[in-house]
């Protein structure tokens, strides 16, 4: 399975951060499948920020939770990040990742620079 993040490099305060992850070489409503964004902020350690299930389901970091929203497009094999009322804080480098709960296997992508101006 590969996994490739797309979107805005730069983003203003207050805007709000979209990303998608493009899937290929697996199924996006695969059964035990759980698609994950997570960001690696400078100088600090990866942060979950939440995934979308085979169900459709999504679950959030519970600090992230009022910011965020994480969708699916089926039909495109795509997930989304969506971040509101982004701030400099939120400048990391964000991944989307699956989890393959059947083999306990972890795919990444290889991230994508994402800046907050001020």
């Known amino acids: 399975v590969q996994l490739q993040e797309s979107g805005p490099g730069l983003v203003k305060s207050s805007q709000t951060l979209s990303l998608t992850c493009t899937v290929s070489?697996?199924?996006?409503?695969?059964?035990?499948?759980?698609w994950n964004w997570i960001r690696q902020p400078p100088g600090k350690g990866p942060e979950w920020i939440g995934y979308?299930?085979?169900?459709?389901?999504?679950y959030y970091r519970p600090s992230l939770k009022s910011r965020t929203s994480i969708s699916r497009d089926t039909s495109n094999s795509q997930f989304s990040l969506q971040l509101n009322s982004v701030t400099p804080e939120d400048t990391a480098v964000y991944y989307c990742?699956?989890?393959?709960?059947?083999?306990?296997?972890?795919?990444w992508g290889q991230g994508t620079q994402v800046t907050v101006s001020s």
């Open positions: 990742a699956l989890w393959d709960d059947y083999s306990k296997s972890a795919y």
């Open positions: 070489g697996g199924s996006i409503t695969a059964n035990n499948y759980y």
């Open positions: 979308i299930g085979y169900s459709g389901r999504a």
